[in-house]
């Protein structure tokens, strides 16, 4: 028997409800994949889930559910330190070079520069690189999640981007 690689999904749900946020992520998911995992994240209404199955579809899964609780849900292609030359790098080998890309960062207890910031550093170090950064029209928005000592990466196009309505619609932004 080999040793499966997880996938990770990050998912924000209401503050203060993690553990209920928890039972209803696990009972979309557990169907699908039973030996799905969900870990706190050290900061509130902030889950991330470790499953075998692809991170997309978990993602759709979760989104499209009728949890009450969870705001969002975003497959990670990549966990790393959050060290602003780790997180410029690892977007620089997941983007396709020559693409329109924005750049979005959410930051939770991290000494690094503001979420701005950042989004400038990563598309200034990508826009050297060959891409090209369009904020109005992009081809894939490269996600940074800087959630303490860890970041997670993501880079989708735009409709693959999972979000969840007050309703239990799925909203792809």
Do not use: W
Not at 141 to 154: D, Y
Request: glycine fraction near 6%.
């Amino acid at each position: 028997m080999g040793c499966e690689m997880l996938a990770t999904v990050l998912i924000t749900v209401e503050y203060g409800k993690e553990s209920k946020a928890a039972v209803e992520i696990l009972d979309c998911i557990l169907p699908l994949d039973p030996g799905a995992s969900i870990k706190r994240s050290g900061f509130g209404g902030v889950l991330i889930l470790e499953t075998s199955i692809d991170p997309d579809r978990a993602a759709e899964s979760i989104a499209g559910s009728l949890s009450r609780l969870v705001r969002s849900s975003i497959p990670v292609d990549q966990l790393v330190n959050s060290a602003i030359s780790e997180i410029e790098k690892t977007a620089a080998s997941l983007v396709r070079i020559g693409s329109k890309i924005a750049v979005r960062c959410r930051r939770r207890g991290s000494d690094l520069p503001s979420p701005k910031e950042v989004e400038c550093i990563v598309g200034r170090r990508l826009a050297c690189l060959g891409c090209t950064v369009d904020l109005k029209d992009p081809d894939h928005i490269v996600r940074i999640e800087i959630i303490g000592e860890v970041t997670a990466i993501s880079v989708r196009p735009p409709n693959r981007s999972v979000f969840k309505t007050c309703t239990s619609k799925v909203n792809y932004t």
